[in-house]
């Protein structure tokens, strides 16, 4: 189907209804379905690796192993820095008693003291599926609080605990992420239109759009083997909100401008909605595809979040292209009341940039000296780069959360009377024959404080040796030993040994997101340089675009470095850097796109300069609402009480803004300008000059005005 078909849909006299009904049923269909999107959330795959790596291969060899031992463990810890006394010591025991009711097999081991003489440790698999555990862990927690003697400090910690900690975290964040998101843009909206109607309907359509979205991706869940999490279920909320209104604001502008080119608003719309519509298409496509691009990663909570994001744009960019027209048709003019756009006969010889007033200066001081702005700009965004030295790559687990939990506590107090490791100690798995041997090699290892006895599976055919670190678990030194301990086990002749546990994962998950980065990464830059090209018909102009996105970024980072280091929250998620930079790429070029495709458009009547001109002018608004609002939706993400969701809020919202206010208004259209009409090369375009084009009400502007 044509574009002048497609837009004559929702602009059509009849047809509009036709797609509003369509939509309702939609929604009926898919509301039902999208609020029972949290029910298939897997969030295992939030630490879980490939099968292929040793710590997932360990695991797999431990649960064939010992099938009686799969539950998370809790360790009560009790903590009395005088010195425990008989009364702490009897808190303990009773609490013990107690414990064999929540443990797995019904069996509690005995207190571990520390050698200080101040901590006692309790640890104890938990009994029950998914949906029991939380219960029990809520449980453990309120006996420990019980009959505490008066001094003694008490915290329960553990995967059993760190779980809870999470579920706990999360409950009803959800909901509360939609609430701030949405209010977000609505005063954003209402602050962009001035108007106390026109902000209801984006913001109603895109929520009927994010609707959709669940529903389709509930149904992936459930039917399609797609992994969703906490992760991919708010990141799909951001981006349906945040690019939804990029849309929304983008169609509105140009048929705010039809309007007073044409007394039939229904004219008026389809004429938007064609020469809007390629623009739109491109940013879903660029954002969509570059989202798919994650499928090529191997860790699994990365690789989730592409389909599920993906099916958001998807459901954006349908809506905001049949369902919002329809409506805007449909409600007439008063939606922009006080400001209403009359039609006047001489609007199609008007210069267009007479509304524009302050872009108007923009684009005249732009035009006055480009090579000395893009220079300025480029400097401005090389200099926020050396931000990036405030930030580390490794989010330790006791800073994941905005406010320390209990399993944090817990693992502090352990830390402060036992060896860092001991919460999480490696676990080797071997061959019982070979497992003196494998002990004696562990032993040897640096960095390992303790080698505990050996376990032996039901059949007697593998090993279990828990191997205690004498650094916290999460520290570069402790994943030093790690390395170190496995390759001291693997030379055991016919051992077999796997080395798994807390701190192996966290040795393979750094070296599958390095790995990560170096396909996914490329991969993505040329994708989103196949559709630039694609789009504008040329190979300079893309390529400049990449460059500029490519610094962008950087000076995102940097920037976002100064921000995290003032809140203290500098050591990032493994995972962030690519997920910020698919965001970043995608959703930063996105502005480009607006004002390229349009900048393209004008160029071919006016000539290159006019064009390039005239294009800042009229798009220099809408654009940087656009913008403002999608960095305020990512913003959002700062209710989250999770770390590693403030910082991808902070970095995105940070890398748009300067996108918005700084490469898209100044620098691409500097180039553009410095390079002149070979900025279009090989197309057709790079032949014209602005001398045989009519100059443009924009190029009229003093630099000074």
Do not use: N
């Given at each position: 189907m044509s574009r002048q078909r497609l837009a004559g849909l929702p602009s059509g006299r009849r047809s509009k209804y036709a797609l509003i009904v369509f939509w309702l049923v939609l929604v009926a269909v898919a509301g039902p379905l999208s609020i029972k999107l949290s029910e298939v959330q897997n969030n295992d795959t939030l630490g879980l690796l490939p099968a292929s790596v040793e710590s997932s291969r360990a695991v797999e060899r431990a649960e064939a192993a010992f099938p009686d031992s799969k539950k998370p463990v809790a360790i009560a810890v009790y903590v009395r820095d005088s010195g425990l006394t008989d009364a702490d010591r009897a808190k303990a025991d009773a609490d013990r008693a107690i414990f064999v009711r929540y443990?797995?097999?019904?069996?509690?081991?005995?207190?571990?003291?520390?050698?200080?003489?101040?901590?006692?440790?309790?640890?104890?698999?938990v009994a029950g599926d998914d949906t029991q555990r939380p219960e029990a862990v809520t449980d453990v927690k309120e006996r420990l609080a019980l009959d505490q003697p008066a001094g003694l400090r008490t915290a329960l910690t553990g995967d059993a605990a760190a779980e809870s900690d999470v579920l706990d975290a999360f409950g009803g964040m959800d909901t509360t992420l939609l609430l701030a998101t949405a209010a977000t843009v609505a005063v954003l909206l209402l602050v962009t239109y001035r108007s106390p109607v026109l902000w209801l309907i984006p913001l109603i359509t895109v929520g009927i759009a994010n609707q959709f979205a669940g529903g389709i991706v509930y149904l992936m869940a459930k039917y399609g083997g797609v992994t969703v999490d906490f992760q991919s279920q708010t990141i799909l909320t951001v981006l349906v909100f945040g690019v939804g209104v990029d849309y929304a604001l983008l169609l509105i502008a140009r048929y705010r401008e039809e309007l007073r080119r044409h007394a039939d608003r229904h004219e008026a719309m389809r004429v938007a909605l064609r020469r809007s519509f390629g623009a739109i298409c491109a940013s879903a496509a660029t954002v969509a595809i570059g989202l798919l691009c994650l499928l090529a990663a191997d860790l699994p909570s990365t690789r989730g979040l592409g389909p599920v994001g993906a099916v958001g744009i998807g459901a954006a960019l349908l809506a905001m292209t049949t369902l919002l027209p329809a409506v805007l048709v449909l409600c007439g003019r008063w939606l922009f009341w006080?400001?209403?756009?009359?039609?006047?006969?001489?609007?199609?010889?008007?210069?267009?940039?007479?509304?524009?007033?302050?872009?108007r200066r923009i684009a005249g001081l732009v035009g006055g000296r480009p090579r000395a702005v893009w220079i300025g700009t480029a400097a401005a965004l090389v200099a926020l780069t050396f931000g990036i030295g405030n930030l580390s790559i490794g989010l330790p687990n006791e800073e994941s959360f905005t406010s320390e939990v209990g399993s944090v506590t817990g693992q502090r107090l352990i830390a402060a009377h036992y060896?860092?490791?001991?919460?999480?100690?490696?676990?080797?798995?071997?061959?019982?024959?070979?497992?003196?041997?494998v002990i004696a090699a562990a032993r040897a290892v640096p960095g390992v404080a303790r080698v505990d006895?050996?376990?032996?599976?039901?059949?007697?055919?593998?090993?279990?040796?828990?191997?205690?670190?004498?650094?916290?678990?999460?520290?570069?030194?402790?994943?030093?030993?790690?390395?170190r301990l496995?390759?001291?086990v693997h030379e055991v002749p016919g051992a077999q040994a796997l080395v798994g546990g807390r701190t192996a994962v966290l040795v393979d998950e750094e070296r599958i997101v390095g790995r990560d980065n170096r396909v996914v990464i490329p991969l993505i830059l040329a994708v989103v340089l196949v559709i630039l090209v694609l789009l504008l018909r040329a190979l300079v102009a893309p390529l400049l675009l990449m460059v500029s996105v490519v610094l962008s970024y950087a000076a995102a980072m940097g920037a976002a470095g100064f921000v995290l280091d003032a809140l203290g929250y500098t050591k990032l998620f493994v995972g962030i850097p690519l997920q910020a930079f698919l965001f970043l790429v995608a959703l930063g070029v996105d502005y480009t796109i607006f004002l390229m495709t349009?900048?393209?458009?004008?160029?071919?009547?006016?000539?290159?300069?006019?064009?390039v001109l005239r294009a800042l002018t009229v798009t220099g608004g809408v654009i940087t609402s656009a913008g403002v609002v999608l960095a305020a939706t990512f913003g959002a993400l700062g209710v989250l009480p999770l770390v590693p969701s403030m910082q991808t809020g902070v970095i995105v919202a940070v890398g748009i803004l300067l996108d918005t206010l700084l490469v898209r208004s100044l620098l691409i259209?500097?180039?553009?300008?410095?390079?002149?009409?070979?900025?279009?090369?090989?197309?057709?375009?790079?032949?014209?000059?602005?001398?045989?084009?009519?100059?443009a009400p924009a190029e009229r502007v003093p630099a000074g005005a």
């Open positions: 443990a797995d097999g019904g069996a509690v081991s005995p207190p571990v003291p520390s050698e200080d003489g101040k901590a006692l440790l309790v640890s104890f698999p006080p400001f209403v756009p009359r039609y006047t006969p001489t609007a199609v010889s008007a210069d267009v940039t007479a509304d524009h007033g302050i872009w060896p860092s490791g001991s919460a999480s100690p490696a676990e080797i798995l071997a061959t019982a024959g070979a497992a003196d041997q006895e050996p376990e032996r599976s039901p059949d007697g055919a593998w090993v279990r040796v828990p191997a205690v670190l004498a650094d916290t678990p999460d520290s570069d030194a402790a994943m030093a030993t790690v390395q496995r390759t001291a349009r900048a393209r458009e004008e160029a071919a009547q006016l000539g290159h300069r006019p064009g259209p500097a180039l553009a300008l410095d390079l002149g009409a070979r900025t279009w090369w090989p197309g057709k375009l790079s032949q014209r000059t602005a001398a045989t084009a009519p100059a």
